[in-house]
T-cell receptor
Framework: DAGVIQSPRHEVTEMGQEVTLRCKPI?????LFWYRQTMMRGLELLIY????????DSGMPEDRFSAKMPNASFSTLKIQPSEPRDSAVYFC????????????????????FGPGTRLLVL | AQTVTQSQPEMSVQEAETVTLSCTYD???????LFWYKQPPSRQMILVIR??????QNATENRFSVNFQKAAKSFSLKISDSQLGDTAMYFC??????????????FGKGTKLSVIP
């Protein structure tokens, strides 16, 4: 099985530019999470989706951040306009939480993380 | 709100020795999940081990095992026969079992483990 896929792996941009981060969850997973990791704040949840529907976006720092999940295999996190304080590693994770895991290869309740996108805003 | 505390910001261990990383948490829930994730320098978050609170038996994965003390709200990770590849940040994480859809992970601040040759 391919794990969670994120792109790009690294992004350097200038303040004021739009940044789009992409995520492909593990096939069959019904939950998708976006996290941000910084030295100051550690790992913090930004937003998560269930069956493509946003459930909790209380962690999204401000209106400059938006996330979408148009289908079960793709999600984006967009920052517009970007600021230097947005520099961080952004992780996407997916999980299967509904009862019964068809394959048994992915234990329920476990979130599997992508490799992260390292964002630097100059 | 749940909190997760890792009181050891940094630790070191000699190769082939055993080391224990501490984690405590605070919750009013009776059912929940606990996890240890490893983050090597590559920044990838890798699941090390998981524990369901309703299970009394401590989870074990090869050289990794946990000491889960539910009453004390303690969830320590023991790494036996430490290897150089174990050098990483280790994060303890908590998740509610169910409830009003709060499936997010709450992470501790992490413990930086260095394995010394």
């Amino acid at each position: 099985d391919a794990g969670v896929i994120q792109s790009p792996r690294h992004e350097v941009t200038e303040m004021g530019q739009e940044v789009t981060l992409r995520c492909k969850p593990i096939s069959g997973h019904d939950y998708l999470f976006w996290y941000r990791q910084t030295m100051m704040r550690g790992l913090e949840l930004l937003i998560y989706f269930n069956n493509n529907v946003p459930i909790d976006d209380s962690g999204m720092p401000e209106d400059r951040f938006s996330a979408k999940m148009p289908n079960a295999s793709f999600s984006t996190l967009k920052i517009q306009p970007s600021e230097p304080r947005d520099s961080a590693v952004y992780f996407c994770a997916s999980s299967l939480i509904r009862a019964g895991s068809a394959s048994g290869r992915h234990p329920q309740e476990t979130q599997y993380f992508g490799p992260g996108t390292r964002l630097l805003v100059l | 709100a749940q909190t997760v505390t890792q009181s050891q910001p940094e630790m070191s261990v000699q190769e082939a020795e055993t080391v224990t990383l501490s984690c405590t948490y605070d919750t009013s829930e009776s059912n929940y999940y606990l996890f240890w994730y490893k983050q090597p320098p590559s920044r990838q978050m890798i699941l090390v081990i998981r524990q369901e609170a309703y299970k009394q038996q401590n989870a074990t994965e090869n050289r990794f095992s946990v000491n889960f003390q539910k009453a004390a709200k303690s969830f320590s990770l023991k790494i036996s026969d430490s290897q150089l590849g174990d050098t990483a940040m280790y994060f303890c994480a908590f998740r509610e079992y169910s409830g009003a859809g709060s499936y997010q992970l709450t992470f501790g601040k992490g413990t930086k483990l260095s394995v010394i040759p």
